[in-house]
């Protein structure tokens, strides 16, 4: 059965029971770290091409951070997954004093599921504006750090891929930190997930619209993707409650034939999902960026 999910930690778990000989997946190494007992990260690595095929993804790198007790606002909790993706960012971002960066908030602020990017756009620490002023070409502390929100195609009538092209030919970044929403197959990992990849992101992808995707092939530099499953196909809560009461995988596909709605949904405290992860996003940038103002 196919499932709609941007998550590559669940393209591992599909592939591990569609596996019919071993656990382990040729080309794809996978290590967890625990961030306390309600906090931990999962790294994932494709080294080739072998393992890109399997997961369906590109050769990369891909951090899940699973934070329990979230929702619920259990104590610590946003400060731990707060911690955990600021020590998972600078893995892969390194500051040294000429780092130039640019974050775009994808997404669409007027559709909740979709607003997470320009949520974390407007909580970042922004300073080109100040490198210019000063025409300083660096700085010990912090980072030149650019940042847009570009919208979505159906409110600005171009490709968001196109937009934040334009956007680096204009401020040079070494790196792109692009955000969006993400869509999840486990509905335990909606709204409790956080993934970081290298390999850039398809805006969009979340809400089931897939654009050109932004990468270094489409806007020229590297990219480092955030993002939070906010939603989940319909199609997959339908398999997975008949999977328990139906044995046959084709009685199951016929019926959501049937169901075929295109229907995607997302938790009812979404408002809250969006305010709370996007502060955690938002810090472990500014954190990786400026480590000099926020140590």
Do not use: W
Not at 22 to 36: C, F, L, P, Q, T
Not at 163 to 192: F, G, M, Q, W, Y
Not at 213 to 235: F, H, L, N, Q, Y
């Amino acid at each position: 059965m196919k499932y709609r999910t941007d998550l590559a930690i669940e393209c591992v778990e599909i592939a591990e029971e569609e596996s019919t000989d071993s656990k382990e997946i040729k080309g794809v190494d996978i290590e967890e770290i625990e961030y306390g007992k309600d906090v931990k990260s999962t790294r994932i690595k494709i080294k080739d091409q072998e393992g890109a095929r399997a997961l369906g993804k590109p050769i990369g790198s891909y951090v899940t951070i699973e934070a329990q007790g979230l929702l619920e606002e259990r104590e610590g909790v946003k400060e731990a997954a707060e911690h955990a993706l600021a020590t998972e960012l600078q893995e892969l971002i390194k500051f040294h004093y000429y780092l130039k960066v640019l974050v775009a908030g994808l997404g669409n602020f007027m559709v909740t599921p979709d607003a997470l990017g320009p949520a974390v756009a407007g909580k970042i620490k922004v300073t080109r504006h100040l490198f210019l002023l000063f025409e300083a070409d660096g700085d010990d502390q912090m980072s030149c750090v650019s940042c847009l929100t570009p919208g979505v195609s159906a409110t600005t009538g171009m490709q968001t891929a196109d937009i934040v092209k334009k956007a680096v030919d204009i401020c040079s970044p070494e790196l792109v930190i692009a955000v969006d929403s993400l869509a999840a197959k486990n509905i335990e990992r909606v709204s409790t997930t956080i993934q970081i990849t290298d390999t850039g992101i398809s805006p969009g992808g979340g809400m089931g619209n897939n654009r050109q995707g932004i990468c270094r092939e489409t806007v020229g530099t590297d990219v480092i993707a955030i993002g939070v499953p906010t939603v989940i196909d319909a199609t997959t809560i339908v398999r997975d409650s008949l999977s328990s009461a139906i044995e046959s995988c084709e009685e199951i596909e016929e019926y959501v034939k049937e169901f075929d709605k295109q229907l995607i949904v997302t938790s009812t405290d979404i408002d809250t999902v969006i305010k709370d992860f996007s502060d955690i996003i938002a810090n472990g940038i500014n954190k990786t960026l400026h480590p000099g103002i926020y140590s």
